[in-house]
């Protein structure tokens, strides 16, 4: 590693640091959303005075704000992220336990995204407006407008429920019985690739026309270079940037999305977690859910950051 | 300052759908949606919520995409769906432009420790995922299509507020634009006369491909029960409803899905074309 490598990754992790810092300030400020007295939406309509006065203690609603925020990062650091307010478990472990279900399909989409849209966009821009050009953006254009929760139950009603090649709902152990948990996080995992997939296609098919059509690939033809060649030695060195960036975006899509497709595919995830928690009012367990998220998204974003770091040649060369 | 020979806008616009088939039936498509929308009450042939012993029934002439578990006319449904999801789209895009635009442009005008900060925020906001963050805001607030999408609204004007800002940067140092400042003009008038007009066409561009992403998030949150609310119909609510019974109707999630398919299609269409029409590399080659 140069000197230079070694400062640029040191200023990306101390950039990151305000990044979390304003992330918790957001989910801590969702509370501060709740229209009127929190304590007394959370107690529900029918709570007695004292459940109003016991919930705003436990939430420290009693207190100035700053001082509510630093006793809530200050618990959040040490992985204390409060009890849920109806099965008065601690949230962290609920999240953590649903976590593996969750990561499992929206990596794999990813991997799936990956595979089927580095290809296509690839043929896609060698092909300039031609016949399978036109075909693969078309493709790419339904990828980005279809609900994929919607495609998920298209794809139930086909190979689960039509030829029984999957199972239906629920989710298996990866460790456990990971050829079980494999069949029931495919369709998922299918269903969620095609955002995915799409918006790989796209950017990956435009950022190769350009390289493609630059000055120098120009050159490196008339020195006779085979099409073959420049594609694998210029082409992909110079599109594997665009192709890094665009994979953060997707996982950050795919964690989002992910939601509606384990509604769909009745898996006991994070998705489900907030979407039940968020429906009870049930805030800790949202405020817990989110947290763990955005702080792999940030995790994600960081080693993105820092492989840019050491494969661009415009951070190696000086 | 135009040019002599420039046509008129209304040639313009005729001309560009000339040029391009797909943002002219895409117009078309969504044209006929709003309408349908407004007229609504006068072209569905049943009420939306009026129930019937005739429960899952195929299509036949009375039910021409037949009727749900409730006996009610899906394409009635279908129908006064439309106001719902252009309402919802319409809000969330409105809530997210009305926060990302001056945020946008005071970030980029001010500069310094302001335009640090702002950046700052928007990348910690940027960090979560878009429909997670949503949810939780929508708890927050109280479930409820207003909600959810106010919600939807804030979650994209980050996004926006990012392209206003480097559109800003860029515009700021063009030369007339210290021409005005030399001469006193205030920034409130500059803003205004300058800066505006010349962040306005991707802005344009975002709105149009945003609505897209705004009509999915309001399918996906009604879908999952935060949306709309039980008896008005919305197709993300149909697409629930139509799931708990599919192994017995399955062709009822085939015309609320195809709905959404076909407007966010369209939406995006019209986005495209107008990224290519608009975008000022290839205005000022012409």
């Known amino acids: 590693m ?14 990151v640091v305000p990044v979390v810092i304003l992330a918790t300030v957001v989910i801590f400020g969702l509370l501060q959303l709740v229209p009127g007295d929190p304590a007394a939406v959370i107690a529900g309509e029918y709570a007695t005075a004292e459940r109003i006065a016991g919930i705003r203690h436990m939430l420290g609603l009693d207190r100035p704000l700053w001082e509510q925020y630093a006793v809530w990062l200050g618990h959040a650091v040490q992985g204390d992220l409060s009890t849920s307010l109806i099965t008065g478990q601690p949230v962290l472990d609920e999240v953590l336990r649903r976590l593996p279900n969750t990561l499992l399909i929206t990596v794999l989409a990813l991997v799936l995204a990956v595979l089927v849209g580095v290809p296509l966009g690839i043929l896609a821009a060698t092909r300039v407006d031609g016949p399978v050009d036109r075909v693969v953006t078309t493709i790419a254009s339904l990828g980005v407008a279809v609900p994929n929760f919607w495609l998920g139950m298209i794809l139930v009603g086909f190979f689960a429920l039509g030829l029984g090649w999957f199972p239906t709902t629920g989710a ?47 050159t490196l033809h008339a020195k006779g270079l085979s099409q073959a060649r420049i594609l694998w030695q210029h082409g992909l060195k110079n599109v594997s940037l665009t192709l890094l960036t665009v994979i953060g975006l997707v996982f950050n899509r795919a964690l989002g999305a992910t939601v509606a497709i384990e509604a769909v595919f009745a ?11 968020a429906t009870n ?6 405020q817990g859910v989110v947290f763990v998220l955005v702080l792999i998204v940030i995790g994600l974003n960081l080693m993105i950051d820092l492989l840019y770091a050491l494969l661009d040649p415009r951070v190696n060369r000086r | 300052m135009s040019a002599p020979h420039r046509p008129s806008a209304a040639r313009r616009f005729l001309s560009w759908l000339r040029s391009d088939l797909r943002a002219a039936v895409s117009l078309a498509y969504l044209l006929l949606l709003f309408s349908l929308s407004l007229l609504a009450n006068v072209v569905a042939p049943h009420s939306p919520i009026a129930q019937s012993m005739d429960m899952l029934a195929p299509p036949d002439a009375a039910h021409w995409l037949g009727t749900d578990d409730l006996g009610r006319d899906v394409l009635s449904r279908l129908i006064h769906g439309a106001p719902m999801t252009l309402y919802a789209s319409i809000l969330a895009v409105g809530v997210g432009s009305l926060i990302g635009l001056p945020v946008g442009i005071m970030a980029g005008y001010l500069g310094g420790w302001v335009d640090g900060l702002t950046g700052r925020v928007i ?16 708890g927050a607030l109280g479930i409820g299509l207003t909600n959810s999408m106010i919600a939807v609204g804030i979650v994209f004007s980050p996004g926006l507020a990012r392209l206003i800002r480097v559109q800003t940067i860029v515009v700021k140092n063009d030369l007339y634009v210290d021409a005005a400042r030399t001469f006193g003009m205030s920034p409130l008038r500059i803003v205004w006369r300058h800066i505006l007009p010349n962040a306005i066409q991707p802005f344009i561009v975002q709105v149009t491909l945003l609505l897209a992403a705004a009509l999915l998030a309001e399918a996906s949150l009604s879908f999952l029960g935060l949306g709309v609310q039980p008896p008005q119909p919305s197709w993300g609510q149909m697409l629930a409803r139509s799931y708990g019974y599919m192994e017995i109707s399955p062709e009822q999630m085939y015309a609320p899905g195809l709905a959404i398919l076909f407007t966010a299609l369209a939406f995006n269409a019209l986005g495209e074309s107008l990224r290519a029409v608009l975008d000022p590399t290839r205005r000022r080659s012409d």
Request: avoid cysteine.
């Open chain 1, 2 to 15: 140069t000197r230079r490598q070694a400062l640029v990754i040191g200023s990306r992790l101390v950039q």
């Open chain 1, 267 to 277: 898996i006991p995830g994070t998705g489900s977690l907030v979407v039940a928690s």
């Open chain 1, 172 to 218: 298996a152990s990866l460790t456990q019985d990971p050829l079980r948990a494999l069949s029931h996080a495919a369709l998922p995992a299918l269903a969620l690739a095609t955002g995915g997939i799409a918006e790989i296609t796209r950017q990956l098919r435009s950022a190769l026309i350009e390289v493609l059509s630059s000055q120098y690939v120009r």
């Open chain 1, 281 to 286: 009012k049930d805030f800790p367990v949202v």
């Open chain 2, 123 to 138: 990348d910690a906001l940027l960090s979560f995922p878009s429909i997670v963050l949503a949810i939780a805001v929508t």
